[in-house]
């Protein structure tokens, strides 16, 4: 019998969870899983601040692909179309021609992206904050802006640098800021030229709440634990305009802010663009409780997605949809492997139902809020209880150990502020001191000058 062919497309929490469960769960008569990821890595983003913030190295918040799925074929590249009529998926490979790859089955989890609006300026003056890269480049850029505060003789410019926007109030922002405002707050001691007094941190949210997953009282606890560390939170305010790095905002005041970071909602991958599964309204795709793609009351076969993509009814909170967290993605991929296992074996899928056990969220070093089965924790025990949870759900024996190293160490040693703000043009030394090709300076012999 030929082994049904899976392909995964994605590999977020979605793609990863569910392609190493199918490969513990069906052996290679069964399937072959072929997962299809630009990045050679998983990024657990409820890492992402605390990567920003120093506590843990990078590299320890990423999940190498090819190391945790060893019996998946792992194709980096990109897909580029869907065309689920054929049963085929088109993918543009980081190096070499484009291919057709035909299956089966096919998980479509390409996840989501920023959710940005038509703001004048957010394009040239944003900084995201979805993946690593921006997790490292907002660190050094804080930074920076310290040094340069520092050092410029221009007032308005030291005003400017000590100015930093945060727009969202759900996790992603209050998470990130509470961070980086430690890593500030820690990082003045070293400058003697910059007082705290100048550093203001401003927190811009659409709606009169921040964090509604913890609840309005838990949400109202995190805000004033902000505001007496001096944080300046907007609440029903908009940001109208950044241009030239001048914040404008609803209220009507304006500033200048070298630094403005965007986590204001996510929306489903572009890629879906490409396919011709069904979407909803907000362009995520339609799926049944089985986590079937379906088109109206027509399930169609082979097609299977989850995640911040897709649309699946929440069986707990009839009338709902379930909410894009890490929580549901993790279930919902386990949940989906299996489904899949039971029709190749000629068993029955069963539905996703998951009781949404609560949230827990960063206010910083050993601060935090969490509500857990409707029991609410504040400060240190909510902070651990954050620590804990993401622990257990980082995938790999080997992630969970070099990040309880991490943590160790940052308990012990002072938080690193040094900023490696050269790693995003690391050419650049180097080929202002190499002269292009007819430069008298290129005929100097190689060697001279080390005598």
Not at 157 to 162: C, I
Not at 215 to 237: C, F, H, N, S, V
Request: aromatic share 6%; proline share 7%.
């Amino acid at each position: 019998m030929k082994p049904q062919r899976i392909v995964v497309v994605g590999a977020g929490h979605v793609g990863l969870y569910a392609a190493l469960r199918l490969s513990r769960k069906l052996n290679s008569v069964q399937a072959e899983v072929i997962v299809i990821d630009p990045q050679p890595h998983m990024t657990y983003q409820p890492f992402l601040p605390e990567a920003a913030a120093g506590n843990i190295s990078p590299r320890h918040s990423v999940v190498p692909l090819r190391r945790e799925l060893k019996r998946c074929h792992i194709v980096s590249g990109e897909v580029t179309k869907v065309e689920h009529a054929r049963k085929t998926v088109t993918v543009r490979p980081i190096d070499g021609p484009v291919k057709e790859i035909a299956y089966d089955h096919i998980i479509v989890a390409p996840g989501s992206v920023s959710r940005t609006l038509p703001i004048p300026g957010l394009r040239e003056r944003g900084i995201g904050f979805k993946t690593i890269g921006e997790a490292i480049y907002l660190r050094n850029h804080i930074l920076d802006r310290l040094d340069i505060a520092a050092t410029t003789p221009d007032a308005g410019m030291r005003k400017a640098s000590l100015n930093f926007v945060f727009v969202g109030g759900g996790y992603a922002g209050v998470e990130a800021l509470a961070e980086m405002e430690d890593v500030v707050r820690d990082g003045l001691k070293y400058y003697p030229e910059l007082e705290q007094d100048e550093v203001r941190f401003v927190l811009v949210e659409a709606s009169n709440r921040i964090l509604p997953e913890v609840g309005p009282e838990m949400g109202a606890y995190a805000a004033r634990q902000l505001q007496k560390r001096g944080i300046d939170i907007r609440l029903e305010t908009r940001m109208e305009s950044c241009v030239d790095g001048e914040v404008r905002l609803s209220d009507g005041e304006s500033f200048r802010a070298e630094t403005i970071v965007w986590t204001a909602g996510v929306k489903p991958s572009p890629m879906l663009d490409h396919t011709d599964l069904p979407r909803g309204p907000r362009g995520h795709l339609t799926c049944n409780t089985m986590l079937q793609v379906v088109d109206g009351d027509k399930v169609l076969d082979g097609a299977w997605s989850a995640g911040d993509c897709a649309q699946v009814p929440d069986l707990t909170n009839p009338g709902a949809w379930c909410s894009p967290s890490a929580q549901h993605a993790v279930r919902q991929a386990s949940r989906l492997a299996d489904n899949i296992r039971a029709v190749i074996i000629g068993a029955q899928p069963k539905d996703y139902k998951h009781k949404y056990a609560g949230s827990v969220a960063s206010l910083g070093l050993y601060k935090g809020v969490a509500k857990i089965y409707g029991v609410k924790l504040k400060g240190f025990p909510a902070w651990m209880m954050h620590r804990t949870y993401h622990m257990s759900r980082i995938p790999s024996f080997n992630r969970k150990v070099r990040v309880l190293a991490d943590w160790t160490l940052a308990f012990v040693l002072k938080r690193e502020v040094v900023s490696l703000g050269q790693l995003h043009a690391p050419r650049e030394e180097f080929t202002h001191v190499t002269p292009p090709l007819g430069d008298d300076r290129s005929a100097e012999p190689v060697g001279a000058g080390s005598r």
